[in-house]
């Protein structure tokens, strides 16, 4: 079947358009947060979880000092706010980082306070394994530096997970 | 004690200073900011960005910025920061996946630079997990891969690279990256030996006591040792404490020591104010070492951060404090802000630097003072000389040309700002919305790298010397003297300690003693220098001033000299040729100089009697190019061939006792004796004693010995029967002279001769005598001679002998 230009297409499609033409169009943000590390003690959805800093989190956590918490939402990624995949979003981020050690690298807060982050573990990036099932779409007009994301969204959709199953083929 | 020497200095040199064009200072009590420059220019993002002097060309700078898209901003300018290039001139950004332009970056870029010209560039790799590290030897036009460092997967932040110029031995500049690597600090460093010339990192060192520490910096000691700074914890707006770590060794073995907490801070790793609302920021940390090695503070550490007054207050002050002993113990905090406390204002993102040359330090930040919201962000800065107990900022000087609002879209400011402080001129960079250059392609909407040059600075002092010190020509032995001129164009007293030379034919001589010599400003102070040549030729020296001049802590000066000598040349003959006590010679010898000092003749000495001076000036000074006549009499005593020495002592450096051979001889004397001769042996048969007459001619070989050729005749009267017999006789004969300096002197003869016999042949036969003679007065002397004939060839040997009375004449 001959494959068709898709409406949902397009902020993908703009984003490789992006890095095609070496970032001068200037969709993506200069990525260069602060790490912080800590332990996830809860997954609020797919693309929330509950961090805790400080004396009872992290590899080389410092005993003793102030603790904190975050709510710490994974940067550019929109994952089902309802419905099977919704949870097994949730359910696969829970897998990831629920009860583990993880670094963040912090991009901003935003307007509900939380902090919009990369979030690592081990050595994936919870984001990019997010797009990469298929659990997560990647938001319109953002992308890592060299397109990380769209890469993962891209593999995703080849390979018709999660979200892509039921997709027309591109 | 200090010698004030103001007046002195004045009226020494009021004409000197009248004439002199003192040029105006570049000191002043006043930071002065340029016009903000638009590094980046270029569409999208640029922030966080590291900027770095070249010490080896200041008008060399290295500015590099997160940017969007891949990569990292880099430019460079080779005027001062006046214009920008860039390495890559198509998309501005290099470590961006172009060949030969570094691993892929993801951010964080932090440059040093170091005293051979050596660039460092570090930043995290796209992966986030290795530290990428970039050398560029020409300027920033290019860069290769230095090192990657690498522990564990995306793991990596906040990387800092610092180079500095260490007394550590076998490591002239040391080169130091500190990172955070999975929620702890770590470090490596290497020894660099030149340009291009870096030797391998040492291995990872984990830091003691900084798990959960990052936001922070390095900086290396004059001695090598390095110090790191962090704070914990990184989450959460505060309070959190700065720790440092020193390694004591640098390079050596030893890891860093345990953390101390330098100071307490209300500022958070992530702490929110109104001009990063979205972003935050933390303390941010930072060091730098005094290793100006004018500085009277040589070797201090400053640590600068930011505090907050009242823990979420927003009211964030930039402080400082410093480290006598290597961050073992810190002073209290200096607010290096000066608005006023209220309203509450924030100051943010602040960075330091060290001028090596001046050891002034300047800081900058990012300050909202001018913002009613306290929103909009001005960069301010201010600079403190490394005078005084503890550094006084100047009065805060903004410099940025127009505020900036972030964009509250998570780019913002970012994590940090940049600056570069060398020859008087810093150079902060910052991330930029203002567009008050008008040539940001995005307008106000997107952040680009603006940067500035700032001057201007304490009041200090300013040596200058107007002209090198030419002393001309000066004798070997003797002292040339001239001035050196130190002056002060600067603003504040000029101290001049004791001025040293590389040579010690140079010295300066007054004053010689009141040191530190003060100069006040725009005054000049005549230092005498002495040269004492040692050596013939031009002479070379450096002399060393050291000053309080923050520039130039020392200042070297050339100074000339020629060297210059006299040079004795002995003339005129010394061979007398034949001289006698009644016919007695002089000679002039000539004593000149040919060089160009005066010579001094001390004496002329004369290792013999028989020749006298018979005019001696000396001791006698002769001028350069002109002679000294000695008069030599020879008076020989003796008879025969004389030699003696004449030996002139002088100040010649060269040949300082030159020695001629007199020489003379006595002329031939003619003896004429007269006496009896008498027969012996066969020739007394018929013969009996007679008359005898001798002409001798003498010539005097030595006092002992003569040639003596003597021709005589004797009448031998012949016996009944027989005829008379007169016999000729010419005998060349040697004469030795037993003692020739005694009055009655006794000689032997002797020789070989031809015989004439009448009647009779021709024979041969020889002769020996003895004598003595008497001299009368020095032209005669009474002989008395004995001499026996031995006639061989005659058949039977004929002999006689002579005794003979005469007189030795001279001629």
Redesign the interface.
Known sequence: MKKRFAIRDVPAFLGLLTLLVGGAGGLFPAFAGDALYGRVTAVKSAEVVVLEYGATAGPGRSAGRSTGRYDVRIVGVDAPEAGPLARAAKQFVSNLVLGKDVRLRFEQRNQRGEMVSRLFTGDKEVGVELLRAGLARRQPNYDYKYGELSAAESEAREAKRGLWAQAPPK | MRHELRLASFLRTAAFAAACLLAGSAAHAQLVGGPDIDASQK??????CAISKNPANPNQLFLS???????LFAARSLDGGATWTYPDPA?KTIA??DAGQGP?A???PTSSWDSFGNLYLTYID?S?TTIVTLLSTDGGATFSNLASFSSC???V??PTVVAANTSAAGAPVAVWIVW?Q???MVARGAAVTGLGTVGGFNPLQTIPGT?????GDVAIAPSGAVVQACQ?????QG?ATVFVNTDTDGLGAGNFGAAVAATTTNVG??D?LPAQ????V?AEAGLAFDDHAGSPHLGRLYLVYTEEAVNENNDMDVMLRFSDDNGGTWSAPIRANDDSAAPIRSQFLPKIAVDDITGNLSVCWHDCRSSASNTAMEVFCTVAAPTGASPAFLANERIGDASSTSNG????F??YSGLDYLNGAAHPVWADLSNSTGNNP?GTA??DAATDRVTGGPPAPQIQIPASVHLGETCHGGTGRGTLNVCNTGHADLTVDPITSSNPQFAVTSPSSGYPVVISHDFCFPFEVAFQPSATGAQTGTLTIASNDPAHASTAVQVFGDGTEPDIRVTGSTDFGVVSAWRPAEKSVAVCNTGACNLAVASATIDCGEFVLVNNPLPAAVSHDFCLDLVVKALPALPGRRHCEITIASDDPDTPSVTRTLIARTPAFLGLRAGLAEPHGALRNVARQGSAFSLDLLYPVRPRLAWDLRLGTSRLDGRAGHLDTRIWALTPEIRYTLNPASPVRVFLNGGAGAYHFDPGNFEGGGTLGLGFNVPAGPRFAIEATYDYHWVFTASPTLRFSQAQLGVLISF
Do not use: H, I, K, W
């Open positions: 569409s999208g993002d640029d922030n966080e910025c997160n940017t969007t898209g891949p990569g998309d961006d996946g892929a993801c951010c964080d796209n986030l997967v995306q793991c932040d906040q955070n999975n929620n702890q798990a959960g520490c990052s936001f914990n914890p990184t989450g959460g309070p790793g992530f929110f609302n979205a972003r935050s933390d879209a998570g780019v913002e970012g994590d995005d997107r952040f």
